[in-house]
């Protein structure tokens, strides 16, 4: 039998909590997690889990996948909800890129928050955060960073929280 203490979710009168994996807002996307893959806009996509993000691309363009598997779907909106955001919105991330290296990005999921109805669906974009106003500029005029982006990548919630939109565009 192996000691030990195991504490998820726990807070302590000083405000300090300790989050299991369970509680934690990263989201960790294998090409394997996902399913029918692509692109809006002036993102190219290059299949297999890699895009192309295009010079002039703007953050109403994107990159998307879907969920695999209803498990991965319900991990992802957990994961969101745990970050203390709304599905309804889009929110700024840290995204770290198999190749892209680390970059913030755009991300939504669900029905209203990628503006097309799809509860399975997940939508991100590089932002260029050279860009002064990035964060409230109109999506159609902010940039997106270009570059090749493939998949494994890992998401963290970026601080301080940014919501980006009520949706997509």
């Known amino acids: 039998m192996t000691a030990g203490i195991r504490i998820t979710g726990a807070t302590f009168t000083n405000g300090s909590t300790i989050?299991?994996?369970?509680?934690?807002?990263?989201?960790?996307?294998?090409?394997?997690?996902?399913?029918?893959?692509?692109?809006?806009?002036?993102?190219?996509?290059?299949?297999?889990?890699s895009w192309v993000v295009s010079p002039g691309a703007t953050i109403a363009d994107s990159i998307y996948f879907e969920a695999a598997a209803l498990v991965t779907l319900n991990e992802w909106y957990a994961k969101f909800s745990n970050a203390g955001f709304d599905s309804n919105y889009s929110y700024a991330w840290n995204a770290t890129w198999a190749t892209g290296g680390t970059t913030v990005v755009r991300m939504a999921i669900g029905t209203t928050g990628t503006n097309t109805g799809d509860?399975?669906?997940?939508?991100?974009?590089?932002?260029?955060t050279t860009i002064t106003g990035w964060e409230t500029n109109s999506v159609f005029s902010t940039l997106a960073k270009s570059g090749t982006y493939s998949l494994p990548v890992t998401f963290t919630p970026y601080v301080p929280t940014t919501q980006m939109t009520t949706n997509w565009t």
């Open 19 to 49: 989050l299991g994996d369970d509680a934690s807002p990263t989201v960790f996307i294998q090409p394997w997690y996902i399913t029918n893959e692509g692109q809006f806009g002036s993102v190219v996509s290059l299949g297999g889990g």
């Open 119 to 128: 509860p399975n669906l997940m939508k991100v974009i590089p932002i260029d």
